[in-house]
């Protein structure tokens, strides 16, 4: 058997050197895409992950119409990569500037994903008759049928859907999810929701979103603006209030994550959801 050559052996030798630090704190990106910004976290390891970093980038440029564009946002992002590079993945949570919530009604053909695409486009057209993007335009995305229940339905549009998946390639990292905001939330506290009947509130900026439930089961949705005024009269009426106000301290209902700080900007806890 012929000999390897020298230097092929020198590199071999390195990488199993790096091997175990590799595999023992494995890195990743969380990003919350906001309207005119991310929210953006470094996190290390996997069984015991670690937040080493944690910023706001606002959008760098408005494009030609004027408007904060997704490929605006993810300039910057670029920019703070050059001096953050990553080796890993980046999970995106898309927020409520840019996902269409629609709640299917029950029928025993919610099974059938073609029928979950008729019946959600034709409640697209009755619920955002003002949009200026076609039904066509999103990419569907189901939440689990539950027997006897609604089943929740977003709508994601597919142009964001590749620019976050050609961005992370274009890293050289490897997209591990994208995710609206409720999918985040909901997937995190539901073994507080599953035991309980009420109203989760999610605040994204100037926005609120009302999430009915019932023992796990989501049985309303709706949209309406919110400011940081309304918080305590809103909070009379929900059972559960997305992000704490204070994440070390939490008043009674408020969901908070333990990985936050008193100084922390609140949307830091959409990248983090289900991280921590």
């Known amino acids: 058997m012929s000999r390897l050559p020298t230097s092929w052996l020198i590199e071999l030798t390195k ?110 057209a009755q619920q955002c008759s003002g949009d200026d993007a076609p039904f066509s335009a999103f990419q569907l995305r189901l939440a689990p049928l539950l027997f006897g229940q609604p089943r929740v339905a977003a709508l994601i549009p597919v142009e964001i859907v590749n620019e976050l998946t050609e961005f992370a390639l274009r890293h050289r990292c490897r997209t591990r999810r994208i995710t609206p905001t409720l999918g985040v939330v909901w997937n995190r506290f539901f073994s507080l929701m599953k035991n309980e009947a009420g109203v989760l509130a999610l605040v994204e900026g100037p926005r609120l979103m009302r999430v009915g439930y019932d023992h796990g089961h989501v049985t309303s949705l709706s949209v309406e603006p919110f400011s940081g005024e309304r918080t305590a009269r809103i909070q009379q009426s929900v059972t559960r209030f997305f992000p704490a106000r204070d994440m070390t301290a939490p008043a009674s209902g408020e969901l908070a994550l333990s990985c936050l700080v008193p100084e922390d900007d609140v949307r830091f806890a959409y990248a983090l959801c289900g991280v921590f």
Not at 47 to 59: D, E, G, M, N, Q
Not at 87 to 95: A, F, M
Not at 103 to 121: G, I, K, Q, T, V
């Open 15 to 124: 990488r199993m050197r790096r091997l175990p630090v590799t595999i023992g704190r494995p890195e990743r990106l969380c990003v919350y895409l906001g309207g005119r910004w991310l929210a953006v976290c470094l996190v290390k390891g996997g069984f015991r992950p670690v937040v080493r970093i944690k910023a706001i980038l606002p959008s760098a440029t408005p494009g030609r119409d004027g408007n904060h564009t997704v490929a605006a946002t993810l300039t910057a992002l670029t920019e703070w990569l050059r001096v953050h590079p990553l080796r890993g993945s980046i999970e995106w949570v898309v927020g409520i500037d840019y996902v269409r919530y629609l709640l299917l009604p029950w029928d025993e053909r919610l099974a059938n994903r073609s029928f979950c695409h008729a019946l959600a486009a034709a409640l697209f």
